[in-house]
């Protein structure tokens, strides 16, 4: 399991001896006045919620929402390091903070992070009678949980169910939605460059704003690849460093003859049914024919602007008009169907016609209720292509 075990550590963030010593100072003072009221605290869980353990621990957002949290903080809870770390939070309140109690502590947590570790890898990631489960592949379901979409006497060894999370782990997060991983590594280590030169996040996070990808393409997978691709390109129009350029235009390089895996889990209170696996080939045929011809790129790029803009416009008449839930249930299918249409144009370089009649009905319907007189979309254009 070392695969998956140096994976995990590597993105663990650390917790530095300043935020030990923060948290508590704010952690007797919190007491004293618990203690004035006769309150009893949860000293562990108050002080991990004042260092973000968890936030740290499960860094990676996509791992954030697949792994079992509740049971995860049940099993730190018992382990031995739990309770050493309460005895020592309990000398400190009684005592007072001495530097060796804040060199102790930052050893305790090391040691809770190293079983939180071990529980990820043996209890939700390598347990291969339960089949797969959404650490693997998001979307997917436990054999406990789904035993007819199971084939008789299929089976998954602890290696291949390892192999399968260190990827989901290993991936770069577009936003809180979009994990994307390749497995030719040269291509995940210069993604991992560019965030860093270009400062777009952090190691495990871009910041969509950066990459200028619209608010409602995020809880979309293949519209949020399509505007990754598109700002990569742009920025190789505009960027004046030579090293980032040459990275840039190798990172495209790369896209053009890699594999891709996609995990899309969208937040889980709205939007669980859609968390999913996505595998991509390679996409020269989309990069050739829609990035890198400049007329098509164009046309994609006025299109998206332009349904950016409509939409903004509906929102806005929606909320003179006191109708701003109705039409939010309207725009999601609007940009379904735009979803639909980069699916296609990624997976097969083609348009998805159907989804563009579908994108003009709607459009007009929406105008027709909010007296949008701005109904312009060059889908046109695209279609001709």
């Keep these: 399991m070392s695969d998956l075990k140096s994976i ?5 963030e650390d917790v530095s001896t300043d935020e030990i010593r923060r948290a508590l100072e704010d952690m007797i003072e919190d007491q004293r006045k618990k203690a004035a009221k006769k309150e009893a605290a949860a000293l562990v869980d108050n002080f991990l919620d004042e260092i973000e353990f968890n936030r740290k621990l499960l860094s990676h957002p996509i791992l954030m929402k697949v792994i079992n949290r509740a049971n995860l903080s049940n099993h730190i809870r018992r382990t031995e390091c739990y ?52 650490i693997h592949a998001p979307g997917s379901v436990a054999r406990s949980e789904g035993r007819n979409l199971y084939f008789p006497g299929e089976e998954y060894t602890r290696e291949g169910l390892n192999w399968l999370a260190s990827k989901l782990c290993g991936s770069i997060a577009i936003g809180d939605n979009l994990g994307v991983f390749s497995e030719n590594n040269e291509l995940m ?42 700002w990569l390109r742009k920025q190789l129009s505009i960027e004046e460093n030579v090293e980032i350029k040459a990275l840039i235009q190798s990172i495209l390089d790369d896209l053009r003859v890699s594999t891709l895996n996609l995990f899309f889990v969208p937040p889980p209170e709205k939007y669980k049914h859609k968390w999913s696996t996505i595998s991509l080939p390679r996409l020269d045929i989309f990069i050739v024919k829609w990035i890198l011809d400049e007329k098509s790129r164009n046309i994609i790029e006025n299109f998206r602007e332009a349904l950016a803009d409509f939409i903004t416009e509906a929102r806005n008449a929606s909320k003179r008009k006191k109708k701003g839930r109705e039409l939010e249930n309207v725009i999601d299918l609007l940009m379904n169907n735009y979803d639909f249409i980069c699916k296609s144009l990624i997976e097969h370089g ?29 889908l046109g254009m695209l279609v001709s292509l």
Excluded at 201 to 226: Q, W
């Design 350 to 378: 083609i348009l998805d016609t159907y989804a563009a009649r579908k994108i003009i009905d709607i459009v007009i319907d929406i105008a027709t209720k909010y007296d949008i007189r701005r109904t312009y979309l060059p």
């Design 189 to 230: 280590l210069k993604l991992k460059q560019l965030v860093s030169y270009k400062e777009l996040g952090t190691k495990l996070t871009i910041d969509p704003r950066k990459l200028e990808i619209k608010r409602d393409e995020m809880n979309y997978p293949y519209a949020t690849l399509l505007a990754f691709i598109l």
């Design 8 to 12: 995990l550590k590597e993105n663990i």
């Design 83 to 134: 309770a050493r770390l309460d005895d020592k939070l309990k000398d400190v309140l009684s005592q007072g903070t001495k530097i060796e109690d804040i060199k102790e502590i930052k050893y305790l947590l090391d040691c809770l992070k190293g079983k939180a570790i071990e529980y990820i890898v043996e209890v939700e990631a390598s347990k291969a009678e339960q089949g797969m489960r959404h």
